[in-house]
């Protein structure tokens, strides 16, 4: 047995920095060195050409059924209104949601702790995740009808939207104008497909959004950063910026809610040590807005939406802002670990909370 006081035993001083390393530096651990980030970027590329295969795969067969006489769907072929129905949203919605083990994946293969992109602590801390849904539901839903209230008192409303841009939805409807008001209903057909959809698999493509920009994107891009703020800031804006683009053509006002929403996110992840509330404004974000849409009868404009009025993306910006105050505090006092602990933190005492 190695003594306490031995130089083996000592914890030299790279070591003490190892064990104060917050979520955006997670991966830079004892084990970092400057070509590991290139296993996790390999593990990606990986994953997408393995993904690229398998639709190349189906082109095959598709041809191969054509010349049987198998009638399948042709790729080429596939409109708007099949994106709008439960199949394309369901395939939309689990096509997202891959960034799950794509995070996953990637984070093993450059740390060997795929836990690591979750939570400080190498796991989802499942009470924040499921308060944090809950919690974000409590502010989403008053604060929703208050701002399309707030617009529709000031004349802003515009044509046709929900009164939520959000990370990925936005226009549907109106259910708050003058005309229609929010009562009746007025729901698509197909709808309790839709809504079975949505309520299933928009949390694991709101947690496969967040896994990958949020998560390993940021991890990624702060494991090659030596100094705290760069690794802080940096991931933030990158990410933020790469979310909203990947939205496609937008207008200034929608890419900006988008950039917010994205900043914000990033924000969450760094002051609770994890994912998990990030996820559970996004997920409560989605549930809320494709709600809404289903029941007006706005999902394709929702799904297919490129611009909002200022009015409406400053009120859906202000949304984002209150909720995640209200939910860092909420998180806060619940004392979640902020730093990854590492089996050298005994030598010197505990450094995290529980």
Request: proline share 6%; hydrophobic share 55%; net charge neutral.
């Amino acid at each position: 047995m190695t003594d306490a006081m031995t130089p083996d035993a000592a914890m030299s001083t790279a070591e003490m920095l190892h064990t104060t390393r917050e979520y955006p530096q997670a991966l830079r651990g004892p084990r970092h060195r400057w070509w590991r980030p290139l296993l996790g970027l390999a593990a990606v590329v990986a994953c997408v050409v393995l993904l690229v295969g398998v639709m190349l795969l189906y082109v095959v067969v598709f041809l191969v059924g054509q010349a049987v006489g198998v009638q399948l769907p042709e790729p080429s072929s596939l409109s708007d209104a099949w994106f709008v129905s439960p199949a394309g949203l369901l395939v939309t919605n689990l096509s997202l949601a891959l960034g799950i083990p794509l995070a996953l994946v990637a984070t093993w293969a450059q740390a060997r702790r795929a836990g690591l992109v979750s939570s400080v602590l190498g796991r989802v801390r499942w009470r924040l995740l499921l308060g944090g849904i809950g919690v974000a539901l409590l502010l989403l839903v008053p604060l929703t009808f208050a701002g399309d209230l707030l617009l529709t008192q000031l004349g802003l409303t515009a044509d046709a939207g929900t009164g939520s841009a959000g990370p990925d939805a936005g226009s549907g409807a109106d259910p708050g104008t003058e005309e229609s008001g929010w009562w009746p209903l007025t729901p698509a057909s197909g709808w309790l497909g839709l809504a079975a959809v949505i309520v299933l698999t928009t949390p694991l493509q709101a947690a496969g959004e967040e896994y990958f920009f949020r998560g390993w994107l940021s991890q990624w891009i702060g494991s090659m950063l030596r100094w705290r703020w760069l690794a802080i800031i940096v991931p933030a804006l990158v990410t933020a910026l790469l979310f909203a683009l990947a939205h496609g053509t937008q207008s200034p006002w929608l890419f900006g809610d988008r950039l917010v929403f994205g900043l914000i996110a990033s924000l969450l992840v760094w002051r609770t040590g994890g994912l998990e509330i990030a996820v559970a404004m996004h997920v409560a974000n989605n549930l809320l807005a494709f709600g809404l849409a289903i029941a007006y009868d706005g999902l394709d404009d929702s799904l297919l939406i490129t611009e909002v009025a200022p009015a409406e993306g400053a009120v859906s910006i202000a949304g984002t802002v209150i909720t995640a105050a209200v939910l860092l505090w909420w998180a806060r006092r619940r004392r979640p670990a902020l730093v990854v602990p590492e089996p050298t933190a005994a030598a010197v005492g505990p450094l995290v909370r529980a």
